[in-house]
């Protein structure tokens, strides 16, 4: 009540209680992918899903010096699942790409679609990924991080959740430095793909 006069304050406590809501569904949804509870079955929109992704990430990048930028093909198909996981695997592996870029580094993402699957893309030119650990960092606990920087989950998880969706994640050492994550969701069936 003290703060309804005050417009930025408001917006702000706005702000933590839909985040707040937020991740109380993301663990909802993580706790059911470990009882094996199948995802929702929702249509949901490939272009939504990236940029709500973007959203949750650009203060981070802000923050870190780190230049982001988003390429979205037009006339997605729609795919079936549970947006809120979808978005939390994608911001996982938008992160780790921030974490392994110096300040003035580069991360893309590119959404499209082929052969009746969309697939997000997250590129760096940051430290990489060594051909020994690509195998690797999607085990839970691992991480390449000083320790107390990471707790080797975010991989994992992000993996567990597009396996969830009957899709894939592949990561791919970029040369000379860098690092490519493609996952690969099935297109709603029926649907027109690009």
Not at 16 to 21: A, C, D, R
Not at 81 to 94: K, W
Not at 97 to 117: K, Y
Not at 130 to 159: C, D, M, R, W
């Amino acid at each position: 009540p003290r703060l309804k006069d005050d417009e930025r304050s408001t917006a702000a406590l706005n702000a933590i209680l839909e985040q707040t809501h937020r991740i109380s569904q993301v663990i909802r949804g993580l706790l059911g992918l470990a009882r094996g509870d199948r995802v929702s079955a929702d249509h949901l929109s490939a272009a939504g899903i990236a940029r709500g992704a973007l959203t949750l990430v650009e203060h981070r990048f802000s923050e870190a010096g780190v230049q982001l930028t988003a390429q979205v093909a037009d006339d997605l198909p729609t795919i079936i699942g549970d947006a809120r996981l979808l978005e939390s695997a994608l911001v996982n592996l938008l992160l780790n790409a921030c974490d392994a870029c110096s300040r003035g580094g580069d991360v893309r993402l590119s959404v499209d679609a082929h052969d009746g699957r969309v697939r997000f893309a997250v590129k760096d030119d940051g430290t990489g990924i060594s051909v020994q650990h690509v195998q690797k960092a999607l085990e839970p606990f691992f991480t390449t991080k000083p320790s107390g920087e990471g707790t080797g989950l975010g991989l994992a998880i992000a993996n567990e959740i597009v396996k969830s969706h009957l899709g894939t994640l592949e990561l791919t050492p970029i040369f000379p430095h860098g690092t490519s994550a493609i996952v690969e969701i099935p297109a709603e069936p029926g649907n027109a793909s690009a």
